[in-house]
């Protein structure tokens, strides 16, 4: 049975939860899209942490960094517990370690991508996940064919629904006309904005399915007790 | 020159929490604001103070705390001025926070927003030390909706919000502002 219609999950990120209008859709992929040093990474290391400390157990898949050396890039979070990662309840694994790392002139093949999302479900069923990251999506969909990609991001979106494991992929790069955020759920995009010189990181959700969400932009600011918010001011 | 500390704490008193209030008040009557602020009602009450500073380093108002022998122990800064004029200390001070610049508020509202995160179970007062000093780097119609923003957001924290003017160094479309975002405008005598 999969996740009922119109069902919210949660985030616990307070800031979140009210702008989308009491959470992400249960069971949806979303999309996280923004430049270097919009705050993507921390994002979803937050939206972990906070399922972890409610009981949610989660699985971070990352294609760049391996997962030693990504948490040496977390600054100090007071509402985390590093002992969320040695009990098991966050699970960090890199993209290498899943699939059989076969290429076809340089591409992953389908069979290659079905492996992936295969080993992607036993990380979920093993951890029994609730939570999914993949930071980021662009490396992995870099070395696909179009129709490949489509069919691993369709197939992804699939497993989250049936395993009720609401997941985040992060996305690099400003524009949104891009295929993981044709096929998402929902999009939350991080930028900076200038005004009179100086530079505001900002969010703003563009898209939450089945949600009467905000779309205000919002000031943000990454602080060790969390993502915060503020309207975006605007002087007229 | 009237004193100044009961006739700031009557006010207090009178209003309670999550009443806005601004303190006209002349550059004499600067210190003893802050003392009868910080030290008669803030420490008397038990209550933490987020002070905003635009006009000076918090440095120097610590300092100028502690040369007054008021206890600073719950004193913390959002610091907007220090960046600006490169005088930021590289010491870490758990009580203090920065603004790169007073012209960014919305990281105002969100510095506080970390202070009051911090010290969740505690009730505070908010000073923004001051309304010409912001007004100096801000346009009016930026400042009143910033102004709209920090009051709300203190309020609903059930802090005492304060704000700081100087007597006689306002241009009145800042006094206007002021007198629609404050529930009290006190001129000290």
Same mark, same amino acid.
């Given at each position: ?46 939206? %972990? ?12 898949? *990352? ?5 030693? #050396? ?43 991508? #079905? ?14 996940? *609730? ?24 197939? %992804? ?26 096929? *998402? ?52 | ?27 004499? @009557? ?5 003392? @009868? ?7 008397? =009450? ?27 122990? =719950? ?59 912001? @007004? ?17 957001? @203190? ?35």
């Amino acid at each position: 049975m999969a996740t009922a219609p119109g069902a919210k999950f949660c985030t616990g990120m307070e800031c979140i939860d009210r702008i989308v209008g009491g959470g992400f859709p249960a069971g949806g992929m979303i999309t996280v899209s923004g430049p270097c040093g919009s705050g993507k990474t921390l994002f979803a290391m937050e939206y %972990l942490i906070r399922g972890a400390l409610a009981g949610q157990k989660g699985v971070f898949i *990352s294609t760049s960094h391996r997962p030693e #050396k990504l948490l040496t890039f977390v600054p100090k979070l007071d509402y985390a517990d590093e002992k969320l990662f040695e009990s098991g309840k966050l699970v960090m694994k890199h993209i290498d370690d899943l699939g059989s790392g076969e290429r076809d002139d340089g591409k992953i093949t389908r069979a290659e991508a #079905k492996a992936i999302v295969e080993d992607i479900a036993s990380a979920i069923n093993e951890a029994k996940a *609730s939570r999914f990251v993949l930071d980021a999506i662009n490396p992995l969909l870099l070395e696909m064919e179009e129709w490949v990609a489509r069919s691993f991001l369709l197939a %992804l979106s699939n497993l989250l629904f049936e395993k009720k494991c609401t997941g985040i992929l992060i996305s690099e790069g400003e524009s949104l006309d891009t295929l993981e955020h044709r096929v *998402s759920d929902g999009i939350v995009r991080l930028s900076t904005a200038v005004r009179r010189g100086d530079n505001y990181r900002v969010l703003e959700v563009v898209k939450m399915s089945g949600a009467a969400h905000s779309r205000a932009k919002y000031v943000m600011d990454m602080t060790s007790e969390g993502m915060l918010v503020t309207p975006m001011l605007r002087g007229v | 020159m009237e004193e100044v500390a009961p006739q700031v704490l009557s006010r207090l008193n009178e209003l309670g929490p999550a009443v806005s209030m601004d303190l006209n008040i002349s550059v004499e @009557a600067y210190f003893d604001t802050l003392t @009868a602020l910080i030290d008669r009602f803030c420490n008397k =009450k038990g209550l933490s103070c987020i002070y905003i500073s635009v006009t000076m380093p918090a440095s120097t108002i610590r300092s100028a705390m502690q040369s007054l022998e008021i206890d600073v122990g =719950k004193l913390r800064f959002v610091d907007c001025i220090s960046f600006a004029t490169m005088e930021s200390s590289s010491a870490e001070d758990e009580n203090t926070v920065f603004v790169e610049s007073p012209t960014m508020l919305e990281y105002i509202v969100l510095k506080m927003e970390y202070l009051f995160r911090k010290g969740k179970d505690e009730q505070f007062m908010i000073i923004l030390d001051s309304v010409n000093s912001l @007004a100096a780097h801000n346009e009016v119609r930026m400042l009143y909706e910033f102004m709209q923003v920090l009051m709300a957001s @203190a309020k609903s924290r059930g802090a005492y919000p304060v704000l700081l003017s100087m007597e006689g160094q306002m241009k009145p479309e800042v006094l206007e502002m002021l007198q629609l975002v404050c529930d009290q405008i006190v001129t000290l005598k």
